[in-house]
């Protein structure tokens, strides 16, 4: 009998500790980042406005899941997942350490390589653990949810080592251990990486000799390039957007992205060789993205507005010491540890009972309960409007409906994207999958501009404008969900 991680693949086991030391790298630097960027030069930060410190933030964090689609790309036609998960790792681990280095120049350089490095690894692990599973089904979404959990690992412990060294210690080393995490997840990877055998080794161009590649999409990716520059400089020419603000840049790059997501879309339908299952499955795969999209521009306040409320206007003294920021953003992964297993069983029974939701309901449970989470904290921004510090709890229980949301949708998204995707594209339509939270997180920078720490009575409202948005959306996914449901056929 061959070797079984948790009863799974043992190649899950490989995947399951490199995505957690990378998630660990990621979200450690995270919890640091707007922090660092809106503090005072005197206390070694970059004294950045909270409205330019939510652009870049945005911005990078945009740009960590827009990669993915070129490093899916580059993937699937030219050096196999392996590899790019691999070169990805390094690069990423290069760009913390160059975040250790204090100047504003080294910050972006830092920040442009974790980004470049992320979109080669992020998606192509996800791409593996789905190849991992030919057969689909059930055990694919548990082994979804098993990995779900190493990222969520890595997610809790890295804010915590990370936090207190950069808040308590120096901003730097804090970045600096980031980089440690990403050293120890490439060191995992490269002597377990025979646990996965030739899933993932080899480039997917093969897999359909009638699939049309090469020239057509050479010249495909030159019209979007040229579109997209022209478009660029009409809207600077309109005054539309300031291309030389932070927040004018970052305006700029959601209508680009938006325009080249749909796009890439229409082309894979009228293009891409599929027949009609296919496309409707493909057109639901788009609905996904974009519930998703609304979804992270909501969740992905915790490292922006919500961080800045836990620093400012949250009372955080234990006993006589006061805990770092940043550990607050171990709330939201400490909750899914402890409840994805939680999940998972309620979704097995469920299914027996075949009372089990289907994915486009769970996606509109999860975008409501987002909702839910944000009206807390307009009760939060009304007593910080009072004058009052609030209490932690208010954030925590808004972490907890966040996380319940995200287990709603997060997992179930990652699996159903795999399964519904044609088979010469998965990796790219994890890419798209990561265009989709790209998108909400440049949304997520956009709103917290809006933030101004100094302005505390414009918090409620604010808050509000994102309970109304989510809930909006997920009474949306809520009414097409009978339709989403036909066209996915069988897919579950």
């Not at 098993?146 to 901003?171: D, K, Q, T």
């Not at 840049?249 to 680009?256: D, K, N, P």
């Not at 909501?298 to 949250?314: C, D, I, M, W």
């Not at 289907?358 to 939060?380: E, N």
Request: glycine share 14%; with cysteine.
């Amino acid at each position: 009998m061959s070797k079984q991680f948790f009863g799974h693949p043992i190649g899950l086991s490989t995947l399951f500790f490199t995505e957690m030391w990378e998630r660990f790298s990621y979200y450690g630097m995270r919890a640091l980042l707007i922090l660092f960027m809106v503090a005072a030069t005197e206390s070694g930060g970059l004294g950045f406005s909270s409205e330019e410190a939510a652009a870049i933030y945005g911005l990078y964090t945009c740009g960590v899941y827009l990669l993915t689609l070129p490093g899916g790309w580059l993937a699937d036609r030219v050096i196999g997942a392996q590899k790019a998960i691999w070169y990805g790792g390094i690069i990423i681990m290069l760009g913390h350490f160059t975040l250790a280095i204090p100047s504003e120049t080294t910050f972006f350089l830092g920040l442009g390589l974790i980004v470049i490095g992320t979109g080669l690894l992020k998606p192509n692990v996800s791409a593996i653990v789905g190849d991992l599973y030919p057969e689909g089904g059930a055990r694919r979404d548990a082994g979804f949810s098993v990995f779900y959990m190493g990222i969520n690992i890595g997610a809790f412990l890295g804010p915590l080592v990370c936090s207190y060294l950069g808040e308590e210690v120096n901003w730097h080393a804090g970045f600096a251990f980031a980089g440690v995490g990403m050293f120890f997840g490439l060191v995992q990877f490269h002597f377990m990486k025979k646990n996965l055998g030739e899933v993932g080794l080899q480039p997917n161009i093969n897999m359909d000799k009638n699939a049309k590649f090469g020239s057509g999409n050479n010249q495909l990716a030159a019209v979007f390039g040229i579109g997209a520059v022209l478009l660029l400089v009409a809207l600077q020419y309109m005054g539309i957007i300031d291309l030389y603000t932070p927040r004018g840049l970052a305006e700029a790059t959601f209508v680009i992205i938006g325009v080249v997501a749909v796009g890439y879309f229409a082309y894979v339908l009228l293009a891409g060789g599929l027949d009609g299952d296919e496309k409707r499955k493909v057109v639901v795969i788009f609905v996904l993205v974009m519930a998703a999209a609304m979804f992270w521009a909501g969740f992905e306040q915790a490292g922006s507005s919500l961080n800045l409320f836990g620093e400012r206007y949250t009372n955080r003294m234990v006993g006589g010491w006061e805990i770092p920021a940043g550990w607050l953003q171990s709330v939201n992964p400490m909750f899914i540890i402890i409840f994805s297993p939680i999940f998972g069983a309620l979704w097995v029974k469920l299914a027996m009972l075949q009372l089990n939701p289907r994915t486009p309901i769970k996606f509109a449970l999860g975008l409501i309960l987002l909702a839910l989470g944000f009206f807390v904290m307009v009760q939060a921004a009304g007593i910080a409007a009072s004058g009052l510090p609030a209490s932690p709890f208010f954030l925590i229980l808004t972490y907890f409906l966040h996380t319940s949301g995200e287990l709603c949708l997060s997992p179930v998204g990652l699996s159903t994207t795999t399964k519904l995707a044609p088979r010469r594209y998965v990796s790219q339509m994890m890419g798209m999958w990561f265009v989709g939270t790209a998108l909400g997180n440049l949304v997520a920078g956009l709103v917290a501009g809006a933030f101004d720490p100094e302005n505390v009575q414009q918090m409620p409202d604010l808050f509000m404008s994102v309970v109304l948005s989510t809930g909006g959306a997920g009474l949306v996914i809520l009414a097409l969900s009978p339709w989403m449901q036909r066209w996915m056929g069988e897919i579950k």
